[in-house]
């Protein structure tokens, strides 16, 4: 089952939630009620497209000098 995220544009509150077939596609903000909600980007995908660049390996793939 996909996990969505959504925001609210009447609080500003994000919430993910589990959605099955049938559901309505925006469900009700949790916090206040508000049925101005958006999809956005679940924390799942964030998460695959931020870890490509911070691995960390920036400086150190240089050939080493030799200071001996
Ligand atoms: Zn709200």
Not at 30 to 46: K, N, P, Y
Request: aromatic share 8%; glycine share 14%; net charge neutral.
């Amino acid at each position: 089952m996909p996990v969505y995220e959504y925001a609210c544009h009447a609080c500003g509150h994000t919430f993910e939630r589990i959605v099955r077939t049938g559901d309505p596609e925006t469900p009700p903000c949790e916090s206040c009620g508000s049925t101005e909600t958006r999809r956005i980007l679940s924390a799942f995908a964030r998460a695959v497209s931020g870890g490509l660049g911070s691995s960390g390996s920036s400086a150190s793939c240089g050939p080493s000098k030799g200071f001996s």
